[in-house]
């Protein structure tokens, strides 16, 4: 056998690439990444609806001050049904009027099942509040420290 034969079949043995575990480890890693993601999604998404639906109060149709808080209720809620939203963020919902604003507060956390007995908290806090309504969807103290 000449030396580029030789050589030959040493590069062809270093380029087998990868085996049989390393590629199973992979893709059970890539699964449960895809597990995850797929699962904590639409809690995600259901948080980004209700950003919204608070956003929405900062320039109705009508004035803030003119509506109640039974009014300003139903208007999220309807905005919830149309969008699908899961109805615990409903349930959470808070209204506090003090002096001269409201404070509407969006407080709550999904649990989501991953795999038997695993699973993943998300805590959402949405506050808004009418003397500041640019600073929509951002808790008290996340407000104050900027």
């Known amino acids: 056998m000449n030396m580029l034969s030789v ?16 590629m199973l480890l992979l893709l ?6 895809f597990l995850c993601v797929s699962r904590m999604a639409p809690a995600y998404m259901d948080n980004q609806y209700a950003e919204t639906a ?5 320039n109705p149709e009508g004035r803030l001050d003119e509506l109640t808080s039974r009014q ?5 809620s309807a905005f919830f049904i ?14 506090h ?15 989501v099942p991953i795999l ?17 309504p640019d600073d929509c969807c951002k808790a008290e103290g996340e ?3 900027q």
């Open 82 to 95: 149309v969008n699908r939203v899961n109805s615990q963020i409903e349930k959470s919902l808070k209204l």
């Open 143 to 145: 407000i104050e420290s």
């Open 97 to 111: 009027e003090r002096k001269s604003k409201l404070l509407v507060t969006l407080d709550y956390e999904v649990r």
């Open 7 to 22: 050589n030959n079949v040493k590069a062809a043995r270093d380029q087998q690439g990868m085996s049989l575990f390393p």
């Open 116 to 132: 038997y007995n695993v699973e993943v908290v998300m805590t959402f806090k949405n506050h808004w509040d009418s003397s500041r």
């Open 28 to 33: 059970c890693v890539g699964g449960l990444i």
């Open 72 to 76: 300003i209720k139903k208007q999220l």
């Open 54 to 58: 608070l956003k929405s109060l900062s």
